[in-house]
């Protein structure tokens, strides 16, 4: 069976300079508009019906209507208008929680052509207002695999026109990480038996020939070869032996040859039942989604590839199932990884540590100047952050600040956790190396950094991510939709804006 990839949304999108006049809305089937807070009166002159929306914000009911208002224009088109309002010291989560709100509204209209507008901002604000409602948009456009028999009502949209702008906005990143955070969300929500590891790598081998990664796959035989014992172990109850790494590599044009600078690495259990440690449930029913951190991986990969980097990138995806069966591994099995690292299993529903492990070995054996895991890992993360943020760890002194900063201004947030020396007594073994995880779940999320991070050298800058916000009832940011493939933007941030790549190759300053 082949996987049908997401369509890319067929939104043609312009922009315009010109002076605002009635017909600018009259072409239009709605028109979002998104003003500071503080906005003037007078700002509402150069608007088209800017009298009617002043009306609008005059009525009695206008305040209990709360941050948005909708309205149409008493036009031929009957143009249907949803007007929003931001402080002008929002954050880009809130900027980006508004949008989505905003881009939601609009769309119960199904408009085949949508305008937006964003009057009284000041120059600093045109572009952020911009990009949080195109990403909102593209985002809100973006259809979930669905298997009904009645097919969903097709996507209108056809047509987003920016109205009123000083000069036009480069949207080139905001589309790129839009079309890779919907092929992760797209991917996680794919039912267990439409993605198994076999079909998750026919996926990733269809996108390397469009976009001309090279791709090489270490079956379960040659990672057999390479020591791969922390890997195998979780697939051992498989009856497809179809598990596997998949390395992808994007390279810029002439430089073919050239080593990763960046290295992508995804947890991808495309199913988990725990294991012999069985999941009750409610624990178990949504774990096709387990293999999030790879979708986020690859939707990372095509991102960076559309803006063609100037830097190299690897993407390392960690292919299995974590089944139950007379071949499972089981806790107290005595387990050998890449590395050499001697683990004892203590609880086999940690598998996600496991398959990362010899994945984050190999990675790092190809010297990149940093490594990116991501993984929906831990229940611990989630408790100590909800679903609002994602867990990051990494081995670079000071590096929390910069964590945080990305977070923030992506609007992805994430809180740095500590990766101390003493937390490893926890995981000490009597007859091991190290401890797969503790008896106890008490600061999990740190204990599984602490095992990663044996398995990535000390001199290589490695940064982990666990994806507590991988999923949010209702959405997150500017995703409508609860599966959020968190990560992309937030990437995009450390490499494109942070440096991080480049900054943390040259070791920490004094």
């Given at each position: 069976m082949k996987i049908r990839l997401p369509d890319r949304p067929k939104i043609k999108l312009t922009q315009s300079t010109d002076k605002l006049v009635r017909r600018s809305f009259d072409r239009l089937e709605h028109v979002i508009i998104l003003a500071p807070k503080e906005i003037k009166a007078s700002a509402w002159k150069d608007v088209p019906y800017g009298s009617n929306l002043q009306k609008l914000l005059r009525r009695k009911d206008a305040k209990k209507a709360g941050t948005f208002l909708s309205s149409r224009f008493d036009n031929t088109a009957q143009t249907g208008a949803t007007l929003g309002f931001l402080e002008t010291k929002a954050s880009a989560f809130e900027l980006l929680s508004q949008a989505r709100e905003i881009v939601a509204l609009a769309m119960k209209d199904n408009p085949a052509s949508l305008g937006i507008l964003v009057p009284g901002a000041s120059p600093g604000q045109i572009g952020r207002f911009v990009e949080g409602l195109v990403a909102a948009t593209w985002a809100a456009a973006l259809r979930l695999p669905s298997f009904k028999a009645k097919a969903q009502a097709p996507l209108r949209l056809k047509s987003v026109r920016l109205l009123g702008l000083p000069h036009k906005q480069d949207l080139s990143r905001t589309l790129a990480e839009a079309e890779g955070n919907g092929l992760a969300r797209?991917?996680?929500?794919?039912?267990?038996?439409?993605?198994?590891?076999?079909?998750?790598?026919?996926?990733?081998?269809?996108?390397a020939e469009l976009h001309g990664w090279r791709m090489r796959f270490l079956d379960e035989k040659r990672l057999g070869k390479l020591g791969a014992g922390a890997f195998l172990?979780?697939?051992?109850?498989?009856?497809?032996?179809?598990?596997?790494?998949?390395?992808?590599q994007y390279r810029p044009p002439n430089r073919k040859k050239s080593k990763p600078k960046v290295a992508l690495v995804g947890k991808g259990i495309c199913f988990d039942t725990g294991g012999t440690n069985l999941k009750p449930f409610k624990s178990m029913l949504h774990m096709h989604q387990d293999?999030?951190?790879?979708?986020?991986?690859?939707?990372?990969?095509?991102?960076?590839?559309?803006?063609?980097?100037?830097?190299?990138?690897?993407?390392?995806?960690?292919?299995?199932?974590?089944?139950?069966g007379s071949r499972a591994y089981k806790p107290q099995d005595l387990i050998v990884a890449r590395n050499g690292v001697s683990i004892q299993v203590v609880h086999t529903d940690a598998e996600g540590r496991m398959v990362l492990a010899d994945t984050l070995t190999l990675a790092a054996e190809e010297k990149p100047s940093l490594v990116v895991d991501y993984a929906t890992l831990t229940g611990a993360c989630v408790a100590a952050l909800t679903t609002r943020y994602s867990g990051a760890f990494s081995n670079y002194p000071g590096s929390h600040e910069v964590l945080i900063r990305a977070g923030r201004q992506s609007g992805e947030r994430v809180w740095p956790f500590p990766l101390d020396e003493d937390f490893d007594a926890d995981l000490s073994s009597d007859v091991a190396d190290v401890m797969q995880c503790s008896e106890s779940n008490e600061g999990d999320h740190i204990l599984a950094a602490r095992f990663l991070g044996r398995f990535v050298p000390k001199s290589t800058p490695w940064i982990h991510l666990d994806l507590a916000a991988g999923q949010h009832k209702g959405g997150l940011a500017h995703i409508p939709t609860e599966i959020t493939g968190f990560g992309v933007r937030y990437t995009l941030n450390l490499l494109l804006d942070q440096r991080v790549h480049e900054q943390w190759a040259v070791g920490p300053s004094e």
């Open positions: 797209y991917l996680t929500a794919l039912p267990t038996n439409q993605l198994t590891p076999a079909h998750f790598r026919q996926c990733a081998a269809e996108l172990a979780v697939g051992q109850a498989n009856p497809r032996p179809d598990g596997g790494l998949v390395h992808l293999m999030e951190g790879a979708a986020v991986a690859l939707g990372t990969l095509l991102a960076l590839s559309r803006l063609k980097v100037d830097f190299a990138v690897d993407c390392w995806l960690a292919l299995a199932e974590n089944l139950i």
